[in-house]
């Protein structure tokens, strides 16, 4: 049985700005949308994910979009003449596996994910990405870290060499590189992304205020963290006293380093 549901995207698109004009509802791939109007410059998502081209046969800058409103491609998105083709992205339940290769044709180093990555170079400690094997589910690869700049669709498959397949950037590819990678899921968050909280030093004061700060960026992690990984983003905030206290506990393994509430 697949673990791919193919029926759950529908998204209307619109000839003007502020959903005015011509409309074209869409539940599939649309290859090119000046069948069925002049220009697209808006778009409702009911349900779904879409990727959205600026040119037809999925060519150009790509660009995600989850249920919601976009009422201006041009001041939301950047694009300046519109949407001309659009893929509808099925919905992967299983799990998730991609190998991403340092090198063309899968050369160089090699590195399996299964979840979220915000930076290659951090990571694996990876400055290039040039093929890459999606395995099971569906990607986005972004250009920048921490899931930022220019975005590329991934759908299962090889792709031996991202530079000769130009990569649908409509020849604008010559320096693209993906530095991260997330998984197209049912609860992926992509608007606001919470910081960690500025550094604690270990004043009473600020204590408790610093704890809920804290409390609420590991609550946008996704998948959620063990509690080592949580006690890892605490250490990470504090200087002076309080990173001087963290560091005894961390050399002496403490069993409180894979327990967030005890650590704290």
Not at 31 to 52: I, L, T
Not at 86 to 94: A, D, K, V
Not at 110 to 139: F, L
Not at 152 to 157: E, H, I, L, T, V
Request: charged share 25%; glycine share 10%; proline share 3%.
């Amino acid at each position: 049985m697949s673990n791919t549901s193919m029926n759950m995207g529908r998204a209307t698109f619109y000839e003007d700005r502020n959903f005015q004009g011509r409309s074209y509802e869409c539940s599939s791939d649309c290859p090119d949308m000046s069948s069925y109007m002049s220009r697209c410059q808006s778009c409702r998502v009911q349900s779904g994910c879409f990727m959205g081209y600026e040119r037809p046969n999925y060519m150009g800058n790509q660009f995600f979009m989850r249920r919601g409103e976009y009422s201006d491609y041009q001041s939301m998105m950047g694009i300046t003449d519109g949407i001309r083709s659009c893929r509808m992205i099925p919905m992967h339940r299983g799990n998730f596996r991609m190998r991403i290769y340092e090198r063309e044709n899968f050369g160089g180093q090699m590195h399996e994910m299964m979840d979220d990555c915000d930076s290659i170079q951090e990571r694996y400690r990876m400055s290039d990405c040039q093929s890459c094997n999606v395995m099971d589910g569906h990607w986005l690869m972004y250009e920048q870290p921490h899931f930022r700049g220019r975005q590329m669709y991934m759908r299962p498959g090889e792709y031996r060499n991202f530079r000769d397949m130009g990569m649908g950037m409509g020849g604008m590819s010559g320096g693209m590189r993906f530095m991260s990678m997330r998984r197209i899921m049912d609860n992926m968050t992509i608007g606001i992304r919470l910081a960690l909280p500025r550094e604690f030093y270990g004043t009473a004061a600020r204590c408790q205020g610093f704890l809920l700060q804290l409390d609420l960026y590991l609550g946008t992690i996704h998948p959620t963290p063990s509690g080592r990984e949580r006690v890892s983003a605490l250490v990470l905030c504090l200087s002076g006293k309080a990173l001087e206290w963290a560091k005894v506990v961390w050399v002496e393994a403490d069993a409180a380093l894979d327990h967030f509430e005890e650590f704290t």
